[in-house]
């Protein structure tokens, strides 16, 4: 495809600078494109263009200088720009082409000129682009984010990275999240979605190298992985790309790694969405421990996980809560041992909140298995390790896990006498109320 050069150059404007070069004589392919120019133009502006001319010159066929720019910033819009700079034309500056035309500039080593006058900076494009990149893209929330859009493509990432452009523009975002005065704190969510996923998960770091509030960091995980793919639902159904599983680890290997920062809700929900898409060990484990340091706020429906096996599988994963449990109960031995075992247990600082939040995991484990025991599917073993988890002092009361047994023995006629009594003996009869012993 060539691409006309009356669109970049008027003739006027040839006529006036080129008195002996009646025809372009070099020839260049960017992409898709090719570009007619005259020698004396890109000579005098770019080292790099210079040297590759005086190699492919042929002194014979002055008419024949071709050649192919490979992996060139911005492709073939910029170079565009870059041949209008060469031939004196003026040219728009924008935060959408500032940072490739930066990069272009620096891949044609255009920093060095020998023709022009070198003391003044009117001749320097680098100079120009960098002037405007300071005063009209870094103090701007929406043009740094236009900046950073342009980035999208490989060839200019790297070498923005390289002039510390993505970093520079990265942190003016995150100062401007961290310090905006706003009622509304999810202001930046929806501008913040339009980043690749690379750079939205590097802005994430800074704000977390900030300092800023984990919790409105993780909503605006959220926001942007609801935006991203909106379609990771774990009630539907399908058959889900690589792609769609490694954005799903990307985003919960962002969450922030303080407590209570992502709702307990938000993890249940992402760990559904992990295991419907296999996400790897490290995802779901990292999602597992997130649930179990903070079980007790939970609800019985978010922790109703599918299981998405086979058809003889038990419809809920009940492996899955058993590891979340076993990492509650680890965050929480020592406050378990001290509050059940000891005789002043009062002692232990916040002993109330511990036994209240330790009182409502053993209750909601108590509902689950109450709630999966109808299912045929669910194997004795199962069910018993399930309720083995939660250590013996841990439970105020067994009456929700008696009824949660004979629930299951009901809906599984079919088990032998000895499994009841394995079932049964898990039971403290001093912990049974009158109430349930009559049901």
């Known amino acids: 495809m060539s691409l006309a050069m009356e669109n970049v150059i008027s003739q006027e404007n040839v006529n006036r600078k080129l008195t002996t070069e009646l025809l372009p004589n070099v020839l260049i392919t960017v992409g898709d494109y090719m570009f007619m120019i005259h020698k004396s133009c890109l000579a005098n502006k770019s080292a790099f263009l210079r040297k590759f001319i005086e190699e492919r010159s042929n002194e014979e066929n002055d008419l024949v200088c071709a050649f192919t720019l490979h992996d060139f910033p911005g492709g073939a819009r910029t170079f565009q720009i870059i041949a209008k700079f060469c031939y004196g034309q003026k040219f728009e500056l924008t935060s959408s082409n500032v940072v490739p035309i930066i990069c272009a500039a620096y891949y044609l080593n255009m920093n060095m000129m020998e023709d022009d006058d070198t003391t003044s900076n009117k001749f320097n494009l680098i100079f120009k682009a960098k002037k405007f990149l300071s005063g009209n893209v870094f103090s701007n929330w929406k043009e740094s984010i236009e900046a950073l859009i342009s980035c999208d493509h490989e060839d200019v990432l790297?070498?923005?990275?390289?002039?510390?452009?993505?970093?520079?523009?990265?942190?003016?975002?995150?100062?401007?999240?961290?310090?905006?005065?706003?009622?509304?704190?999810?202001?930046?969510?929806?501008?913040?979605?339009?980043?690749?996923?690379?750079?939205?998960k590097r802005l994430i770091e800074v704000l977390g190298e900030m300092g800023h509030d984990p919790v409105n960091i993780s909503n605006a995980i959220a926001y942007y992985a609801n935006e991203y793919n909106p379609g990771l639902d774990p009630n539907s159904s399908g058959i889900w790309s690589v792609e769609e599983r490694k954005l799903h680890e990307q985003i919960v290997g962002m969450l922030?790694?303080?407590?209570?920062?992502?709702?307990?809700?938000?993890?249940?929900?992402?760990?559904?969405?992990?295991?419907?898409?296999?996400?790897?060990?490290?995802?779901?484990?990292?999602?597992?421990?997130?649930?179990?340091?903070?079980?007790?706020?939970?609800?019985?429906?978010d922790l109703l996980v599918p299981c998405f096996g086979d058809e003889q599988d038990a419809t809920f994963d009940i492996?899955?809560?058993?590891r979340i449990i076993e990492n509650f109960v680890e965050e929480n031995m020592l406050a378990i041992e001290l509050l059940y075992y000891s005789h002043d247990n009062k002692s232990l600082e916040g002993s109330d909140l511990l036994l209240a939040k330790i009182a409502a995991v053993a209750t909601i484990v108590d509902q689950y298995l109450a709630k999966v025991a109808i299912d045929s599917n669910l194997k004795l073993e199962e069910f018993r390790s399930l309720a083995c988890v939660i250590p013996d002092g841990a439970r105020p009361s067994h009456d929700g896990l008696y009824r949660a047994i004979c629930t299951y023995i009901k809906h599984h006629p079919w088990i032998l006498n000895q499994e009841k009594q394995r079932l049964y003996q898990l039971l403290d009869l001093e912990k049974l109320s009158r109430d349930a012993c009559r049901e």
């Open 319 to 322: 492996a899955c809560l058993t």
């Open 158 to 200: 790297n070498q923005a990275d390289e002039l510390g452009i993505v970093s520079r523009c990265l942190q003016s975002l995150a100062y401007k999240v961290t310090y905006h005065e706003s009622i509304y704190p999810d202001w930046w969510y929806e501008d913040v979605c339009s980043l690749n996923l690379s750079l939205f």
């Open 256 to 301: 922030p790694v303080q407590k209570g920062a992502t709702s307990t809700k938000y993890l249940l929900s992402m760990l559904s969405v992990g295991t419907m898409l296999n996400a790897n060990v490290r995802c779901i484990q990292s999602l597992e421990r997130k649930i179990g340091t903070q079980l007790d706020e939970a609800t019985l429906e």
